[in-house]
């Protein structure tokens, strides 16, 4: 198949550009290297180029004519979506408005959505299906949430077709070590935890330790990256077959508690890190956990590297490899 990645210059973005050349399609990237990085774009083609820019998108679809769209290019900090909305609702809304325009006008009809557990807003219950109810707490959520909606709407208008797969908490990085989590600034726990380990930061923060959980930190389903491409790969095969939209929760299943990742961590390094006690996040449910019974059941999706310890075995490498 002929695809277009959007924002496959970022941490899943080109995880997914590189798992799909490897399996021998055709594939294009488009970014604006805003926080993705050239040199992560492993195969294909690359296009430097930004979703407000409406006619370098459609020259784009002119030239490839890609059979399937899909749309990792978001910002994605919680925090500093309730500080700037604008900048969330701008880029990760009206933005992807202008791609899914372009779809519709170049009569593409399969686009694959990097959705989000925060969706869901604080959770009713846990595991998380896709029946609870959507209550995002924050404008990353809700920009997330608004994207849904209107994909069913063009659906209905446009016979265009989708599947929105809510992450939780993507984590890890390509056995090879070719590729892994790069975020320009880090805020999430595992490579934070990394680089305190190797050095690169004096300490890590946990972030409150009076959580309702059984040691008091927050706990949260991480899932191995390679395991969250192979997910989007089966959605875009049965979206191709079937045309059914779908939408799927994708975790491990699995929770684990900030201090959990961080004894494994130590275990899986060898090494101890300096810990210190921080106030509560804002914003941080106690715990965030998917059940991803659907996506398993529905594209016969099964997880590979489960165990927190492979997860943070990969994302270590990927740390500690000389670059
Ligand atoms: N944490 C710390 N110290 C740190 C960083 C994080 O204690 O230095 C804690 C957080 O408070 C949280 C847990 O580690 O309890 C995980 O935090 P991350 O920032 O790694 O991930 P989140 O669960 O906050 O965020 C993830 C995605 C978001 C998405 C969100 C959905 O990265 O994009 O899940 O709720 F919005």
Same mark, same amino acid.
């Given at each position: 198949m002929k695809i277009l990645v959007v924002g496959g210059a970022g941490y899943i973005g080109s995880h997914m550009v590189k798992m799909l050349h490897d399996l021998g399609n055709q594939v294009i990237t488009f970014d604006n290297l805003s926080s993705g990085f050239? $040199?992560? +774009?492993? #195969?294909g083609e690359f296009v430097q180029g930004d979703l407000a820019d409406i006619p370098t998108i459609d020259k784009v679809f002119q030239q490839y004519q890609p059979d399937a769209v899909m749309h990792f290019a978001s910002y994605i900090q919680v925090g500093e979506s309730v500080q700037h909305p604008d900048k969330y609702y701008l880029n990760n809304f009206t933005n992807t408005l202008n791609l899914l325009n372009v779809m519709v006008k170049h009569d593409v009809k399969s686009f694959i959505f990097s959705s989000t557990?925060? +969706?869901?807003? /604080?959770? /009713?219950? +846990?595991?998380? $299906? /896709?029946a609870h109810p959507k209550a995002p707490l924050n404008p990353y959520g809700r920009s997330k949430w608004m994207v849904e909606q209107v994909l069913a709407d063009y659906e209905r208008a446009y016979g265009l077709k989708s599947v929105c797969l809510r992450y939780f908490n993507a984590a890890g990085a390509d056995p090879s070590a070719l590729l892994g989590e790069r975020h320009e600034p880090e805020t999430h726990l595992i490579p934070l935890v990394l680089q305190a380990i190797s050095g690169k930061r004096p300490h890590i923060s946990v972030f #409150?330790? $009076?959580? $309702?959980t059984p040691d008091g930190t927050c706990i949260r389903d991480y899932i191995h990256i390679v395991d969250l491409c192979s997910a989007h790969l089966l959605a875009l095969k049965q979206l191709t077959v079937d045309g059914v939209s779908k939408r799927f929760n994708l975790g491990n299943g699995a929770g684990f508690s900030v201090q959990e990742v961080i004894s494994v961590a130590e275990q899986v390094t060898g090494k101890k890190v300096k810990v210190i006690d921080a106030p509560r996040r804002d914003g941080d449910p106690a715990r965030l956990v998917a059940d991803a019974t659907l996506a398993k059941r529905t594209l016969g999706w099964a997880p590979v590297y489960t165990d927190l310890a492979t997860i943070i075995k990969h994302a270590w490498a990927w740390e500690t490899k000389v670059r």
């Open positions: 050239r $040199d992560a +774009v492993l #195969g557990a925060a +969706v869901f807003g /604080e959770p /009713e219950y +846990v595991p998380i $299906d /896709e #409150g330790r $009076d959580y $309702d």
